[in-house]
């Protein structure tokens, strides 16, 4: 059963900062893997989708890395603003099931 | 921009009510989902359709029944609210392709008092 680990839980850092995000999981054998934004009550937002067969996906001022054969993947924000702060979730797409697998998630405050 | 809706966006009632979650989507997607997502938790996938007529249980055991009658329509009932039932419910979907890309709705928050 796949197992989606995310660190940092939370973290707090200045505007202006870049940050780096990291997704962990167990089952290598994934499709692809999709990086959300939730605020507060609110529903998810898709960020990046990244292909098993691609390394990296960029999207603005947001990079998602992806090794594939680690069970890693990394989403890079630079630059950071107020308006980042959000929830930031990982879900890889596995290959049996068809489903997504959630991580925890690592909520971002960005402070002005 | 996805086109994915749900109402109510919350909802408090009492226990022992039959409630229904709506969850409708512009987008043609035939994949639709309901996950639940306790505060501060992690998502759980609750029930998926691949398409009109086809309902499946996902990982996390529910007492909810969902029906896919129409494409665009994707409802949720509670035959008997009760309070371990209070948690918020987010509907999404995705294209036919394999491992589309899913797009999710505002979530619906429910109370059961």
């Known amino acids: 059963k796949q197992e989606v680990t995310q660190i940092p839980a939370a973290l707090s850092v200045p505007e202006g900062e870049n940050l780096v995000l990291n997704c962990s999981f167990t089952d290598s054998a994934i499709y692809n893997l999709q990086w959300f934004r939730q605020d507060p009550g609110k529903g998810l937002t898709s960020l990046l989708l990244i292909q098993s067969s691609q390394r990296e996906q960029t999207s603005g001022r947001l990079n998602a890395s992806l090794d594939k054969s680690s069970g890693r993947s990394t989403l890079y924000i630079a630059a950071s603003q107020p308006g980042d702060s959000a929830t930031y979730l990982c879900a890889p797409h596995n290959n049996a099931g068809n489903m997504l697998t959630f991580g925890g998630g690592t909520r971002l405050m960005v402070k002005p | 921009e996805a086109d994915i809706y749900q109402t109510p966006r919350y909802l408090v009632i009492g226990t022992g009510k039959k409630i229904t979650l709506e969850c409708s989507q512009t987008m043609g997607h035939d994949k639709m989902y309901w996950y639940q997502q306790d505060p501060g938790m992690e998502l759980h996938l609750i029930h998926y359709?691949?398409?009109?007529?086809?309902?499946e249980k996902g990982d996390l055991s529910s007492e909810s029944t969902v029906s896919r009658i129409r494409t665009e329509h994707f409802p949720l009932t509670l035959e008997s609210a009760r309070p371990s039932h209070t948690s918020q419910y987010l509907c999404?979907?995705?294209?036919?392709?394999?491992?589309?890309?899913?797009?999710f709705g505002p979530g619906t928050r429910l109370t059961v008092l």
């Open positions: 999404a979907s995705s294209e036919s392709v394999l491992h589309g890309e899913q797009f």
């Open positions: 359709s691949y398409g009109v007529n086809s309902t």
